[in-house]
């Protein structure tokens, strides 16, 4: 149980820093990924972890996207 929300901790973020956030490399918007707890960049094809409700937007946190996964998100977002 303790374990549960430990997870949903590590999830939440407020929306409104949602809306200010941007890529560090294309400056595009981010998506939030609740599941992954990720911030998305599509056109940096980069995912930025979120860990205990803070985003780690830098270029050491950040794993680079599969070819799969930016075809997912244009997909799921109608972009493609």
Do not use: F, H
């Amino acid at each position: 149980m303790k374990q549960n929300k430990k997870n949903k901790e590590k999830t939440r973020i407020a929306s409104s820093l949602l809306n200010i956030l941007v890529c560090p490399v294309t400056k595009s918007l981010l998506i939030y990924d609740k599941k992954a707890a990720e911030l998305i960049s599509i056109q940096g094809k980069k995912a930025y972890p979120i860990e205990q409700s803070v985003p780690l937007i830098s270029n050491t946190y950040c794993r680079e996207l599969s070819d799969s996964e930016i075809n997912k998100w244009q997909v799921s977002l109608n972009r493609k």
